[in-house]
C-alpha cells in the first residue's frame, strides 16, 4: 500500500512581516494591531507623572548647580534672580554705579543709581549720561537691579587650593578602590562557596551570614573600636581597608543569589575537562557573572567615597590621610558664610561617583534585576 506523503505550499523567500496598515475603505489589511486610543491618554498621563517626580527628584542637584555658580553677593541679595548672574553697572565719574528699573511717567526706565536717598534719589541715565542727574521721589530700596548672566566658575578654583583638593581626593580614591578590591574578591568567594558547595551546616552558616545585616552598626562601634586600638592601627588607613578583605553579608547575598541563576551543567562540563574549582570560578562563572560585580562595585565605591563616619573615628587626628568628607565638613564649619563655594566642593566630590555610575549603568541595572529573580 502506497503512502501518500502530505504535501504542503513551500515558503516563499519573498515573504516578510508587514506593519499594520489600513486599505482605502478602512479595514485593516495586515501586520500588527495599533495601539487602542484608549490608552493614549494612560501613557501620557503616565509619562506626565514621571517626569515630575523626575524634575522633583532632580531639584536639589539644580539648586546646588545653581548656587555653585553664583557670587556670594547674589546669593545675600534680595531679588537676585535663580540663575548666576552679576548686577549691570555703569561708570560715571569713576565710580561703579548700580542700574535699576525706575518707573518715570508710566515707563520703566534702566538708570544708574547715583545718589541714593531714603525718600528721593538722584540717577543718571546710562544712554544719554550728558543729561546730568535726574532725580526721583520714592525709596530706592524697593527698585529692582538689573542683571547679566554670569557663571562664577572660579568657585570651584577657590575650593582646590583652599581644602588641598588633590592630597584629599588621592586619599579618597586610595581608599574607595583599593576596599572595592577587597570587597570584591572576598565576597565572590564567600558567595561562590555558598552556590556551589555542599558541606554540612551550609544553610546555617548562611542563615548567620544575613542575619548580621539586621545588627545595628552602633552596636559594634566601640568593640571594633578597641580592638583596632589594642593593634595600633588608630590614626591609619588599615581600619578602613582590613575589615574590606573579609566579605559582608549584602554583597554576598547580591553575587550568590546571581551564581544561582548560571547553570550547574556548565561546571560539570568543566570539571570533566580536568577544571579545579578556583580555575571554574575564574574561566566559568566570573566571566557570565560580570553585570552582579560591576554592581556590587559600584555599590562599594559610593559608599566609601561618601563615608564619614569611619574617616572621622580612625583619620580624624591626622589631616594629610583625611577623606574628601572630612575635608569638606571642615571646609563648611569655616567658610559657612559663603554658601557657592561649600555646593561648588559638594559637586567636585560627586563627579567621580557619577561618571562611574554613567559609564557601568547598562551592567548595573542587569546585575540589579538578575540578582532578583526567585531561583
Known sequence: MAIETPTFPAATTTSRWRPWRRSRSGTAVTGRPPRARGDRPKSFLLTLIAVVVLAAFLSPMVRAVSYALKSSDQITQDGSPLYP?????????????PILLVPIDGVTKQLALF??????????????????????????????????????LENFAKVWDLIDYPRLLFNTAVIAIISTIGTVLSCTLVAYGFARFRFPGRNLLFTLLIAT??????????????????LGWVGTWLPLLVPTFFANAFDVFLIRQYFLTIPTELDEAAAIDGASPFRTLTSVIIPQAWPVI??????HLVYAWNDFFGPLLYTSGDPDIQTLALGLQRFNSIHYRDPGLIQAGTLMTMVIPVIAFLLTQKFFTRGLVVTGIDK
Open 213 to 230: 545585616i539586621f545588627l545595628p552598626a552602633a552596636v559594634t562601634i566601640i568593640p571594633t573600636y578597641t580592638i583596632f586600638v589594642k
Open 294 to 299: 560591576i554592581a556590587v562595585s559600584i555599590f
Open 115 to 152: 545718589e541714593p536717598a531714603r525718600k528721593s534719589s538722584t540717577f543718571i541715565d546710562p544712554q544719554n549720561p550728558a543729561a546730568g542727574p535726574i532725580k526721583w521721589v520714592g525709596s530706592w530700596r524697593t527698585l529692582d537691579h538689573v542683571w547679566t548672566p554670569a557663571p562664577h
Open 85 to 97: 548672574a552679576d548686577p549691570v553697572t555703569f561708570t560715571y565719574q569713576g565710580k561703579e554705579l
